[in-house]
């Protein structure tokens, strides 16, 4: 018996070593993959989701950038009627131009890092249990006879290395018939799972606590509209087409992520809300004063009514539209709750309140050849609140960054003193999030 | 069907290319797991996790090398991504021993016993046995990978190699008892 070096006796002994798993390894690795294959499916779900608000994103751009552009040729055409308040217009469509050119700026951002661009990124597997995967046909590695040369080990001939191993198991290898390996195949993922899953989250709540704060820049497209038909003039009114017309909201947002599932966010928004009353006629020089215009000095016009109610002679000059402007400086408090969430993608309930302080308060006279102000609506609270609900997606650049969509839509309380009027607006929110 | 042909049938996602690089490979691989890990039950699960990497970034593999070693290379990462993880790599520097002979009777050893051998090293020095012994990386490679420095990879080589020469020892003489 020589003195042997003890590398060397290790590295002799164990060269071409060849161990073949159980049966049961390959059966989670082939539903993890399914899983991987399904999950691979939401993705592409996600991409189209992606694309879609991407699209929805430019339509209101542009809708916006036409809008401004008609109330442009209106104002042109008014400047022969100028009115001290014809100057207050012209302020409140440069804040208008401000909102559009952040837009614009930040588009394209926006479209540098869409989700459409984003390679996809595999995430790390998440093996779950709820979903029953397809039967499994076994596939057990057999020795190919090339390999038959080389040193075997039969882990289930040595019993004696593997005192450690649970007696359900080797129960299995001692006793395989069918019934015993599905039972392996139902028991196993359940273990990994359970491993992987504490890892994932483990991380993950390490990666919350770093970043608990988020500050965004925000931008929405809003549709108003009324849940009652009634005019928020007049009554006399109430007859006359209705329409809610696309604004812009813009603002500042802060989100605090108190847990895993749940975020607070406030801000402050500024908005401005237009109701159009359609089709009217005014009329001028008449006794009656609409009831809800304080006049200012200027308009001769004096009263106005559906145009379909009036049976009379009509002048180019006497038929147009009310165009009815209030703006607020909202200051939110929401909720959000989130329903499921990857490393990449994340989905949330909102649900809060907002308190609106009024800052705008205009009617716009238009007809065919001039725009002015007809004064302000007396009847709209100073203060006001909304109740919003909605959901909100995430899509996460990386840990720090990360994009948010948030459909909502905000009832108005409380908005008129004397009216039935019950107005409300819908509102696509978008976000470029910073996480701190 | 040729490696190559298989090889990109997995970039594709294809189950019964996948299901046969399992069979292929799977052997071997467990070997690897087996060395690097303290129970079966831990090697299976290393095994599992590395094949779900191996099939996640297969098409990363461009046919330039062994496509056996690019294997290997990643299941081992995934053995030490654990004790990362697990935090229970630190433990104090030692004098290196260089070399370390035993007297044994070769042909009485066999394979089951140096692996149980193996397994029941402390985390760290079976890490450091197996990567510098049997797979051929070099201290300055295992201080890398393990976030170690050269010395205290010799080291831990050294007191890996006085552990096992204890026990190969202590099985001579029952052994020879035995006779």
Redesign the interface.
Known sequence: ???????R???E??KD??????S???N???T??NQ??QKGKYFIWFRFAGIAAVALLGFFIYNNYNVSNIEKILEDNSITNTTPILKENIKETDLEKLVRKTIIESNPNLIVNSPTVQKEK?TQ?KTTQKTASTPIIA?V????ES?IDH?K?D?TQ?K???N??SES?QAVLANKNTAQIKKAKTTAPKD?LD??DV?KEKEEEKELKKYSWAIAPTVSQLFSSTLAGNSSIDASLDQATKKGNNSTSYGVRIAYQASKKWQFQTGIHQLNLKQTTEDILFISNSSSDLFGISYSDKPSITDAVANDSFIGFKTDNSEGSINQTYGYIEIPFEAKYGLFHTNIFSFHLIGGVSTLFLTTNNLQIETRNTSYSAGEATNLNPINFTLNFGSNAEYHFNKKWYFDISPMIKFQTNTFDTNTNKPYFFGMYTGINYKF | MTLPQIIEDCKE?K?EA??MI???F???L??IC??YSK???E???N???G??II??KIDQFKHKGSFEGWMKRIVINCTLQKYR?KNVLQLTQEEAQE????????SA?N??D???M?QQLPNRYRLVFNLY??DGYTHKQIGNMLNISDGTSKSNLSRA?LI??NK?ENKELKNQNTF
């Open positions: 018996m020589e003195p042997k070096n003890i590398e006796l290790f590295q002994k164990l070593l060849e161990i073949t798993p159980d049961a390894v390959w989670t690795i082939e993890s993959l991987k294959k595999i597997q596939v590695p057999t020795k190919s390999s040193k080990f882990i040595s004696s290395i593997f450690e191993i198991k990994k491993l992987a890892l | 996602n189950p996948q299901a399992y069979e292929l799977a052997p071997k467990m070997a087996f060395k129970n079966k039950q090697a299976e699960d095994l599992h996790d094949f779900l099939f996640k993880k070399e370390i002979f035993v007297e044994v009777e070769e050893l394979i089951d140096l692996l149980y193996i012994v049997l190699k096992l020469k190969l």
